[in-house]
């Protein structure tokens, strides 16, 4: 398998399989990409149907988005455990990553993710923080439900997907608490960002910076 990625410090996207593919400890390449440059476009063309990263390539079969590559693995190696067996666990965590994929627009305008950026407290917007609103609101459902420490119980995909704002939450120092957590959101995010493989691309990130 060959994973092509975007510059890592930046690309959330490219991230997320990341992190599942190392999580499952299945052997890959990756092609890395520099984006914001002028030959991005020219250099993901031969890769990428959508011009844009992630794309995975497993012989014959080429997947492009996030989700989709996600996915892909997970029907590839059921084994794996990147969906919980239990369908209402499974049902709840694809919502949330369909909801992370399409919603939270002022909080990704706002708060891009920059793994080389020195933390700094940003007074957001009234529609950043009504996302940051929102993002609590659905971790606190799904901890409700599975009890934790991830999301769905044990690691998944949805997991993966929720990384990135880990990461703005902490680039920002977004007080959680100030938008309705009772602390096990913040809990939640500074586990992800403990998480090896998590620890390893930010180190590559900041290598590659």
Do not use: N
Not at 101 to 110: D, K, Q, T, V, Y
Not at 139 to 151: I, K, M
Not at 170 to 196: F, N, V, W
Request: net charge negative; charged share 20%.
């Amino acid at each position: 398998m060959e994973l092509v990625i975007g510059t890592r410090r930046w690309s959330t996207w490219s991230m997320r399989p990341w992190l599942v593919l190392r999580r499952m400890g299945q052997p890959f390449s990756e092609t890395l990409i520099a984006l914001r440059s002028p030959d991005t476009a020219a250099k993901l063309a031969p890769y990428a149907p959508s011009g844009q990263c992630p794309v995975l390539i497993d012989g014959g079969v080429t997947v492009w988005d996030s989700v989709a590559i996600c996915e892909y693995l997970h029907d590839c190696f059921p084994e794996a455990g990147l969906w919980p067996h239990d369908l209402h666990r499974r049902a709840l965590g694809r919502a949330a990553v369909g909801q992370m994929h399409s919603g939270f627009p002022s909080l990704r305008g706002e708060c891009p993710m920059d793994l080389t950026a020195t933390p700094a407290l940003l007074d957001l917007t009234e529609a950043t923080a009504g996302d940051v609103r929102k993002m609590v609101r659905l971790w606190t459902r799904l901890l409700d439900v599975s009890g934790g420490p991830f999301l769905l119980g044990a690691w998944s995909i949805a997991d993966a997907y929720f990384t990135p704002v880990a990461t703005r939450f902490r680039t920002y120092c977004t007080p959680l608490t100030d938008y309705g957590d009772d602390g096990r959101c913040g809990a939640y995010g500074a586990l992800l960002l403990e998480q090896p493989e998590f620890l390893e691309w930010e180190r590559l990130a900041k290598a590659d910076a």
